[in-house]
């Protein structure tokens, strides 16, 4: 089955870094284009960042609140999708979630697989 674990979250002061990461299992990961997903407290779910499938040029893309400042990248040989995260702010603080897309070697944006996610908690 389908298993998305992700980790790396933590507490960390205004302007630090920390690097998450989602160990895939269960799909051909590969194959998935994957994304960052995160909710902050009392907040709905912001769509943060986005990678695309296959092993070829590697295509990204990056809401406005987080673009210069995060980046997501891919390890397809251990089934691992990352995001460092730099220049923290207040506002980042969330559970961040990574997620699957539904289709196979697609960008649809809709995701059916989520992980439980990891809280980052910026503050001083």
């Known amino acids: 089955q389908v298993q998305l674990v992700e980790s790396g979250g933590g507490l960390v002061q205004p302007g630090g870094s920390l690097r998450l990461s989602c160990a895939a299992s269960?799909?051909?990961?590969?194959?998935?284009?994957m994304y960052w997903v995160r909710q902050a407290p009392g907040k709905g779910l912001e769509w943060v960042s986005a990678i695309n499938a296959g092993g070829g040029s590697t295509y990204t893309n990056y809401a406005d609140s987080v673009k210069g400042r995060f980046t997501i990248s891919r390890d397809n040989t251990k089934n691992t999708l990352y995001l460092q995260m730099n220049s923290l702010k207040s506002e980042d603080t969330a559970v961040y979630y990574c997620?699957?897309?539904?289709?196979?070697?697609?960008?649809?944006?809709?995701?059916?697989?989520w992980g439980k996610g990891t809280l980052v908690t910026v503050s001083s």
């Open positions: 997620a699957k897309d539904i289709v196979v070697l697609a960008g649809t944006y809709g995701m059916n697989y």
């Open positions: 269960g799909f051909t990961f590969s194959s998935y284009w």
